[in-house]
């Protein structure tokens, strides 16, 4: 059976942290056993709650503990806008930064045929379904500006162009505070084809 | 340096990146870049697939280290329906090109192809048969397309053949029951690299469908999704 130690299957399992390796999670294990005990239990705690009961949201697909998450329960949301994201991360990442009151549907990521992974996979028959049931007239496309992303964006265009609602897509460009001589010449390049006029 | 494509990316540990590489001198290989995440470079390069680029590497395991990449032309952009035919040659030359094997003619038709695709001056159905044809060609498997392999008779336009795989085209009568039943016309046509009427179009794409799946295995072509929407083929 397991031979190793409680201490070092801690130090173990806490590496399956993004950006922790070996150094890090013995000094997690440490903290954690010898100056913060009762703040281990509530993680343990947590984190055990949070792993049983979080699931898929019904409609949007994000992440939450009930069958329908906070924002699409919430009335006050305009129904008519629908935002599409690649991850939940991405719901949370507009949210704070935006004044964006609509609805969202996360996918599970991105078409990316060389991963193997098609439209189906990624949840794009529930948004057809969602579209031809639900009375929304403009969708909002934010997948990431990878070719994945464009290729997902197409997709969907193609998919929603027949349901006529108004198919928008998040600009993108130089970020806010570069500067011009720094930045990709395919950024460059796009910003300044994509140039518009409400500055 | 060596001329390169970025076939694919995927995300490695907390900031690198694997990228697979289709290079002119050692085909196709994959190169880890570190850091390659990371927004913290400034200038920070955007590895993006369908760029031209001179790379170095170094290593001897199977994941070589990226040591310098330099973008040498404009990226080519693929929008919508190019970007899936993108997709797609990416996905053969990954499913049916061997790791470290240097195949510089498919290389310079990757090329020309990509090229093709992100000008769009020709049809893109048209862009991919003689992609496929050139990578059969690169591959050894080769077509015959000009005559017949059991008469060794010229190829008759209006003659109807049946293509037997590594074989050639064998000519038959419109009755018997066939495989693949092509029209003359379409090898020529796919000879020529100049589709003379949407029928041969048609054909050209069943033929190489049939041919490139007996390379391909039992698992489908993962790209041919994407074009199911809209039935544009391949």
């Given at each position: 059976?397991?031979?190793?130690?409680?201490?070092?299957?801690?130090?173990?399992?806490?590496?399956?942290?993004?950006?922790?390796?070996?150094?890090?999670?013995?000094?997690?294990?440490?903290?954690?056993l010898?100056?913060?005990?009762?703040?281990?239990?509530?993680?343990?705690?947590?984190?055990?709650?949070?792993?049983?009961?979080?699931?898929?949201?019904?409609?949007?697909?994000?992440?939450?503990?009930?069958?329908?998450?906070?924002?699409?329960?919430?009335?006050?949301?305009?129904?008519?806008?629908?935002?599409?994201?690649?991850?939940?991360?991405?719901?949370?990442a507009?949210?704070?930064?935006?004044?964006?009151s609509?609805?969202?549907?996360?996918?599970?990521?991105?078409?990316?045929?060389?991963?193997?992974?098609?439209?189906?996979?990624?949840?794009?028959?529930?948004?057809?379904?969602?579209?031809q049931?639900?009375?929304?007239?403009?969708?909002?496309?934010?997948?990431?500006?990878?070719?994945?992303?464009?290729?997902?964006?197409?997709?969907?265009?193609?998919?929603?162009q027949?349901q006529?609602?108004?198919?928008?897509?998040?600009?993108?460009?130089?970020?806010l505070?570069?500067?011009?001589?720094?930045?990709?010449?395919?950024?460059?390049?796009?910003?300044?084809?994509g140039?518009?006029?409400?500055? | 340096m060596?001329?390169?494509?970025?076939?694919?990316?995927?995300?490695?540990?907390?900031?690198?990146?694997i990228?697979?590489?289709?290079?002119?001198?050692?085909?196709?290989?994959?190169?880890?870049?570190?850091?390659?995440?990371?927004?913290?470079?400034?200038?920070?390069?955007?590895?993006?697939?369908?760029?031209?680029?001179?790379?170095?590497?170094?290593?001897?395991?199977?994941?070589?280290?990226?040591?310098?990449?330099?973008?040498?032309?404009?990226?080519?952009?693929?929008?919508?329906?190019?970007?899936?035919?993108?997709?797609?040659?990416?996905?053969?030359?990954?499913?049916?090109?061997?790791?470290?094997?240097?195949?510089p003619?498919?290389?310079?038709?990757?090329?020309?192809?990509?090229?093709?695709?992100?000008?769009?001056?020709?049809?893109?159905q048209?862009?991919?048969?003689?992609?496929?044809?050139?990578?059969?060609?690169?591959?050894?498997?080769?077509?015959?397309?000009?005559?017949?392999?059991?008469?060794?008779?010229?190829?008759?336009?209006h003659?109807?053949?049946?293509?037997?795989?590594?074989?050639?085209?064998?000519?038959c009568?419109?009755?018997?029951?066939?495989?693949?039943?092509?029209?003359?016309?379409?090898?020529?046509?796919?000879?020529?690299?100049?589709?003379?009427?949407?029928?041969?179009?048609?054909?050209?794409?069943?033929?190489?469908?049939?041919?490139?799946?007996?390379?391909?295995?039992?698992?489908?072509?993962?790209?041919?999704?994407?074009?199911?929407?809209?039935?544009?083929?391949?």
């Amino acid at each position: 059976m397991n031979n190793q130690s409680l201490l070092q299957q801690l130090i173990e399992a806490l590496r399956c942290l993004p950006g922790v390796g070996p150094k890090s999670s013995q000094r997690m294990a440490f903290h954690l056993l010898e100056r913060d005990r009762s703040g281990a239990n509530r993680l343990a705690q947590v984190l055990a709650e949070a792993m049983r009961d979080i699931g898929h949201c019904e409609r949007c697909n994000t992440l939450t503990e009930h069958p329908v998450c906070r924002l699409c329960s919430n009335q006050q949301r305009d129904a008519s806008q629908l935002c599409i994201v690649e991850s939940p991360s991405d719901v949370v990442a507009i949210e704070q930064a935006t004044h964006y009151s609509g609805l969202y549907f996360v996918l599970g990521g991105h078409l990316s045929p060389l991963d193997g992974i098609g439209p189906d996979e990624i949840g794009l028959d529930k948004l057809a379904q969602r579209l031809q049931t639900e009375s929304i007239t403009e969708i909002i496309i934010a997948t990431n500006p990878t070719i994945e992303g464009e290729a997902t964006a197409h997709y969907i265009r193609e998919m929603a162009q027949t349901q006529g609602v108004t198919i928008t897509r998040i600009a993108h460009g130089v970020p806010l505070g570069g500067e011009l001589e720094f930045v990709d010449g395919g950024t460059l390049s796009h910003a300044f084809s994509g140039r518009g006029e409400n500055w | 340096m060596t001329a390169a494509y970025i076939i694919h990316r995927r995300a490695y540990s907390n900031s690198s990146l694997i990228l697979e590489l289709f290079s002119e001198s050692h085909g196709r290989l994959p190169v880890m870049a570190r850091g390659g995440r990371s927004a913290t470079t400034r200038g920070r390069q955007s590895w993006l697939p369908f760029q031209f680029c001179q790379v170095q590497w170094s290593g001897r395991g199977e994941i070589k280290s990226l040591r310098s990449w330099e973008t040498v032309a404009e990226p080519c952009v693929l929008k919508a329906d190019a970007l899936y035919c993108g997709f797609y040659i990416n996905e053969l030359i990954q499913r049916l090109t061997a790791r470290e094997q240097a195949q510089p003619e498919l290389f310079q038709a990757y090329a020309r192809t990509v090229m093709q695709l992100a000008h769009k001056n020709i049809e893109l159905q048209c862009i991919l048969r003689i992609f496929e044809k050139q990578l059969l060609q690169c591959l050894g498997y080769g077509l015959l397309l000009t005559h017949a392999a059991d008469s060794q008779q010229p190829l008759e336009a209006h003659a109807s053949y049946d293509y037997q795989p590594e074989l050639g085209p064998i000519a038959c009568d419109a009755t018997q029951s066939v495989v693949m039943r092509v029209q003359g016309q379409t090898l020529l046509d796919l000879h020529s690299e100049q589709f003379s009427n949407a029928e041969s179009m048609r054909e050209a794409r069943q033929l190489m469908r049939f041919l490139l799946s007996s390379y391909l295995g039992s698992r489908p072509l993962k790209s041919r999704e994407l074009f199911m929407q809209k039935s544009l083929g391949e």
